[in-house]
Structure formats: C-alpha cells, structure tokens
C-alpha cells in the first residue's frame, strides 16, 4: 500500500552542526510537503517541493521523484530547530496527504 | 498559518460521552482534512471533506462522524470516546488538490478520555 518511511527516527545534534533527514515515499506523487512541529505542538509548512530543489534560509530540501525520495537539509542548526519533522506525500487526484512518522529532532546547545 | 481555528482547545471527557470538535477557517478552501497524532504514529488522517456535504473516511475513521454543512466549519464528533480516543487532534485545509501547497494547519486539540 502507499506509505512514507522517515529516517533517522530520532537525531541528537550539536548546535553549529548540519544533518540531512530523508523521506522515502512508495509511489509517484503530485505533491510533497515538509513540515515542522515546533516544541508546542504547532505545525509549520516549511516546503512543498513534489521535485527539484528549493532553499530558505539554513533549510533546503531536495525531491527526486524517479527515486521516490526527498531529502531536508539543515545547516548550522540553532536550538529552535528542535521538534518534529514531517514530510507528507500526496500521491494522485484528490487524496489527502499520507504523513510519515516523523523524525525528532533535538538540538543541544 | 493559514486561517483556522479548533475548538476547543482542550478537553476532558468520560468515557461512553459523545464529543464534538470544530474546525473553523477562514481561507475558503476547498478540502478540509481531521487527523490524529499520538506518539509513535505521526499524524493518521480520520476524516476528509472535498466539498460542503462531501466527505470520506481516513485510515482511522472507526468510532468518529464528521459534517459539513459549510465550507467554512468542520465538525469531528467521537459517537461515544473510548480511552483509545485520546489524543491530539489536528484539522487541516487545501486549497485545491495539492498542487499548490496553499493550507496549513490548526493549533490542534487536546482531548483527553478517562
């Protein structure tokens, strides 16, 4: 059936250091979203990027939809990057979007 | 993010008692959607609406109702909560079928059943 797997599903980092989270998606897809849920529950678009490459700010993401996978770039990570990364594919006509599991993500100072 | 509310915000209820939540945007798009997260799961989708009076069933629709009678409001309601049932509870919106990333989310809420 169609699913989104995430990984890590948990990442302890350093501030100051970069990671890359990965999603891996089971079928072609219209739409791909990343999202982020901040410490107090609150979820925040971050890209809709079904392919190609955008950046914003310390944050870029990358889909290769041939591949079925995306990729979250966060560079020089800042304790407020801490919370819960989603990514969520939406994979024909009027589906909703089917999320992953997410990856937690804790940023130490 | 975009324009929508959820009420209540939180809410303690027994077991065995009917329950409604409210999803409310202000944005007039099309596709409203009702989600649960809990540790471990992520977020699960419940229940979609695609247009007023048209909605369908999510992968947990089991023990949940919804309707929509307009395009702004849309109602969730446990029939009568079980512990199971507690959770946080997410309402989202689309503009259109995905192609353009428009919507977002509500500020979710906290149902507890005990």
């Known amino acids: 059936g169609i699913q989104v797997e995430q990984s890590p599903p948990d990442l302890i980092l350093q501030e100051g250091a970069n990671s890359t989270l990965r999603c891996n998606f089971s079928d072609s897809v219209n739409n791909l979203q990343w999202f982020h849920q901040n410490p107090w529950g609150q979820l925040i678009n971050l890209f809709y990027i079904p392919s190609g490459t955008k950046q914003n700010g310390r944050l870029s993401a990358t889909t290769v939809a041939t591949e079925r996978y995306s990729l979250l770039y966060i560079s020089s990570s800042q304790t407020t990057d801490s919370g819960v990364y989603f990514c969520a594919a939406l994979f024909s006509g009027n589906t909703p979007l089917v999320f992953g599991k997410g990856t937690r993500l804790s940023v130490i100072a | 993010d975009a324009g929508i509310t959820q009420s209540p915000r939180h809410k303690v209820t027994e077991t065995g008692t009917p329950v409604t939540l409210r999803c409310h945007q202000t944005?007039?798009?099309?596709?409203m959607y009702w989600y649960r997260q809990d540790p471990g799961h992520g977020l699960r989708l419940i229940h979609y609406?695609?247009?007023?009076?048209?909605?369908d069933k999510g992968e947990v629709s089991d023990g949940y109702s919804v309707s929509r009678s307009k395009t702004e409001d849309f109602l969730l309601t446990l029939e009568s909560a079980t512990s199971s049932q507690t959770s946080v509870y997410f309402c989202?919106?689309?503009?259109?079928?995905?192609?353009?990333?428009?919507?977002?989310f509500g500020p979710g809420t906290r149902l507890t059943v005990t």
């Open positions: 609406s695609y247009g007023v009076k048209d909605t």
């Open positions: 944005e007039n798009h099309r596709y």
């Open positions: 989202a919106i689309r503009n259109i079928s995905g192609t353009s990333g428009k919507g977002g």
